[in-house]
């Protein structure tokens, strides 16, 4: 049961303002969610983390309205190679240079505080959405009607609280809030230190090209980033017998780019030891507490899926909340977020740690089934579309939990353009006005949209699939489809 609002200072509140937390608000925000957002650190930090995203995430940002800003902020990736010591090309993992499915590019490359930037001031559209920074999370205390939430200011040493009625914790793999939840992490298998390493070009440097490349070497695994602007990194594993604080300083680090370039090409903005992991979260939500990012799951870096994965996250966590602030659901709805997102994330993740590993010993064998072949040419890495895992469903199950394209309609608008935040039922051209005006007014009186739209994207998606019409979610994954006129209207009861 949500707890009266009287008995609340906000809906929600965020830990962490990160560019998931920063998502996740302003989804709140369209949904006049009252939210509060505290961040430890006073200002974002102006080093890169998160260097790329996809089409999916970019498909996010659109839903928030902040799309057209951020493209102006990104470049777009044209993928990467995994070559050996010698420089044969043992996997080609290629983006397209045009549009795809969803309606944008497959592959972005971008500078994280930019990006954080653009997502903090989206914020300040929402009335309903409060940010304080320097703020840390002291301590969280459960109710049957609330959560209470004391923190500290970092500048005045004053402590203070409020009540939500749910706390959501985007604050990173230490995540205050999922120790508070009491669980520790699954091991996925891969633990290694790598030095990454950042530079800001002096000059136009054509030869490192615009593709990312793994240097698949036992001896020393490499990793050439493509980034956006005049940014580039690069990544080398540790050895065992390497020092991190040695292998730091600057004259190490040139030693180890000066096969790609020296310091009258470059300056060095960061050298540091990371260590990689691949975990997952053994609970996602508890009551009140609910996790999401890297607070959830650790990912390595070498498919560019991190933020991704935190950012797919809050869309799918966002619009439950709403449904269950609005008196729409009850709150069992909930626990459908970590069923779907834990098994989506996890292909993600074993994927990743595959291409590590292919990294480290060249047997591009380790990630069969995922690269196809042709006669005379490297295999081909193909783009993951993993389906969520068992959660909601309705009717015809067989397409549920695949993420719906997004074509541009005759129109000339984006489909998410015109359903905004709602349920949206698309069909075959012909089957929308065989619908009973009963169903049609049920619909309007639920805010389902009916879409049937002659455009190739939509009416070509349907051909060879044994359904007449699918139910879209508000995170544009399907719920159900539907073959005759009845299942249609169990569908809309299913909403």
């Not at 015109?418 to 698309?426: H, P």
């Not at 619909?443 to 190739?456: F, G, Q, R, S, V």
Request: aromatic content about 8%; glycine content about 8%.
């Amino acid at each position: 049961m949500v707890p009266p609002t009287d008995q609340l200072t906000f809906d929600i509140a965020i830990v962490g303002l990160g560019p998931v937390g920063a998502t996740l608000a302003n989804i709140l925000g369209q949904y006049e969610l009252s939210t509060i957002i505290l961040e430890r650190d006073p200002e974002t930090q102006h080093l890169p983390r998160a260097v790329a995203f996809d089409d999916e995430v970019m498909r996010i940002f659109q839903s928030i309205e902040l799309a057209n800003q951020i493209n102006e902020i990104v470049e777009v990736g044209a993928g990467a190679h995994f070559v050996d010591k010698n420089g044969k090309v043992l996997v080609n993992w290629a983006r397209p240079q045009e549009v795809g499915p969803n309606g944008w590019f497959l592959n972005y490359r971008f500078h994280q505080p930019e990006l954080e930037k653009i997502l903090r001031k989206g914020l300040s559209r929402f009335p309903s959405v409060k940010t304080l920074l320097h703020r840390e999370v002291c301590s969280i205390t459960e109710y049957e009607n609330g959560v209470d939430v004391e923190y500290k200011n970092l500048k005045t040493g004053k402590l203070d609280n409020i009540r939500a009625g749910f706390v959501i914790g985007c604050d990173g793999a230490n995540s205050f809030t999922r120790n508070r939840i009491g669980r520790g992490f699954e091991d996925l298998g891969f633990h290694e230190p790598w030095l990454v390493v950042d530079v800001i070009l002096k000059k136009h440097m054509p030869d490192l090209g615009p593709q990312s490349v793994h240097h698949c070497n036992p001896n020393r695994s490499a990793t050439y980033v493509f980034l956006a602007g005049n940014r580039r990194r690069w990544e080398f594993r540790l050895k065992p017998e390497d020092d991190p604080i040695e292998i730091s300083r600057p004259e190490k680090v040139w030693s180890m780019l000066n096969q790609w370039i020296g310091p009258d090409d470059a300056t060095l903005e960061r050298a540091i030891v990371y260590t990689f992991h691949s975990s997952i979260a053994e609970q996602w939500l508890r009551g009140r507490l609910l996790i999401a990012g890297d607070a959830a799951h650790q990912t390595p870096p070498f498919m560019g899926q991190g933020m991704c994965a935190g950012i797919r996250d809050v869309f799918n966590l966002g619009w439950k909340l709403d449904s269950v602030f609005k008196g729409r659901t009850s709150e069992d709805l909930l626990d459908t977020y970590e069923l779907e997102r834990k098994p989506h994330v996890r292909a993600f993740i074993d994927l990743t740690v595959k291409m590590g590993h292919l990294i480290n010993t060249t047997a591009s064998s380790l990630i069969s089934g995922t690269v196809s072949t042709e006669p005379d040419e490297p295999p081909k890495l193909s783009q993951l579309r993993p389906t969520l895992g068992i959660g909601l469903s309705a009717c015809r199950t067989d397409w549920t939990g695949q993420l719906f394209p997004q074509p541009r309609l005759q129109s000339g608008k984006l489909l998410d353009d015109l359903v905004g935040r709602r349920f949206a039922i698309l069909m075959r051209h012909e089957f929308l006005q065989q619908l009973p005006r009963k169903i049609k007014l049920k619909m309007e009186k639920l805010d389902i949209i009916a879409i049937n739209d002659p455009a190739t994207g939509i009416q070509g998606w349907f051909n060879n699939k044994d359904i007449n019409a699918v139910l879209i979610r508000p995170d544009r994954y399907i719920l159900g489809g539907a073959k005759t006129l009845e299942e249609v209207g169990a569908l809309i009861k299913a909403y």
